[in-house]
């Protein structure tokens, strides 16, 4: 499940726990995160002139934990470097929790290492005329990828068509399924026999949709090859804290991000205080 969340907040920059004068940034925040114990957490936030959609979804063998709708943004967060960037957001009486309205919450999470390995191609194909757009990608040096076992359709449908992705000599064959295009063999010189999940290092990849469902005057793919490995540094961290209607604390939850990633991205600075 993922989590993707796009506001403007406020933040305070530390470094090494000493305070400096509060910036406030625009921030884009996005993340996902599975974690061990069975915690999920999944969720969405827009601000923008028009209107805020703020959403976050917690969910664990404890209760589930929704926020709805809100016509007002977050109190600002509080972001904080220090060999990492942080992003708390607080709502006050926002949320459920088991269908209970009138729940508070605070969130707190930390940046603390890049994406996992990701390298995305997309690829598509047009009806009338049959026009081509092949997704490449060189690499120098030679690095690492993944066999994939499907290719995703994000315009149009696949139907029954094929799609090829060709990593250097090996070529993989994949039939439509409708909705994605799943793998279905990979040949190369050696006869080698690679299947899904096989890593590879390559210095040239292309994807390339052969035929798509004839119904749709549009179909574009898209496939990760990347290896999905987490980048060096310490794992993402993610909190929470919620308040029943009372104010008193109801639940909360403290977990590192292994199986997931959380990116914090601070804008230009629109507001100093001394």
Not at 7 to 22: D, E, W
Not at 63 to 82: M, Y
Request: glycine share 10%; aromatic share 8%; charged share 20%.
């Amino acid at each position: 499940m993922k989590l993707r969340v796009l506001l403007t907040m406020g933040v305070v920059c530390l470094v090494a726990g000493v305070a400096y004068a509060q910036t406030f940034y625009e921030c884009e925040v996005s993340a996902s995160a599975v974690f061990a114990t069975g915690e999920v957490m999944d969720g969405y936030a827009r601000d923008d002139s028009v209107e805020v959609l703020i959403g976050w979804m917690h969910d664990s063998t404890d209760g589930l934990f929704e926020t709805e709708e809100a016509d007002e943004p977050l109190v600002p967060g509080v972001c904080r470097r220090n060999g990492t960037v942080s992003a708390d957001f607080v709502g006050t009486r926002k949320a459920t929790y088991n269908e209970v309205l009138e729940y508070s919450y605070f969130i707190s999470i930390e940046d603390n290492r890049g994406p996992p390995d990701s390298v995305i191609l997309v690829a598509s194909i047009m009806r009338r005329p049959t026009r081509r757009s092949e997704g490449t990608a060189d690499f120098s040096p030679p690095r690492t990828v993944v066999v994939p076992a499907e290719i995703d359709v994000i315009v149009g449908g696949a139907g029954t068509g094929w799609t090829r992705l060709h990593l250097d000599e090996i070529t993989c064959h994949y039939r439509g399924t409708g909705t994605t295009s799943e793998l279905v063999r990979c040949t190369d010189p050696l006869d080698t026999g690679y299947v899904a999940g096989n890593e590879l290092v390559i210095s040239h990849a292309r994807l390339r949709i052969q035929q798509a469902d004839r119904s749709f005057d549009l179909t574009s793919v898209e496939v990760d090859i990347g290896t999905g490995l987490p980048q060096a540094g310490a794992p993402d961290y993610y909190s929470i804290l919620i308040g029943d209607p009372s104010g008193a604390p109801a639940y909360s939850f403290t977990g590192l991000v292994e199986d997931g990633d959380i990116a914090i991205t601070l804008g230009d600075p629109i507001l100093t205080r001394p």
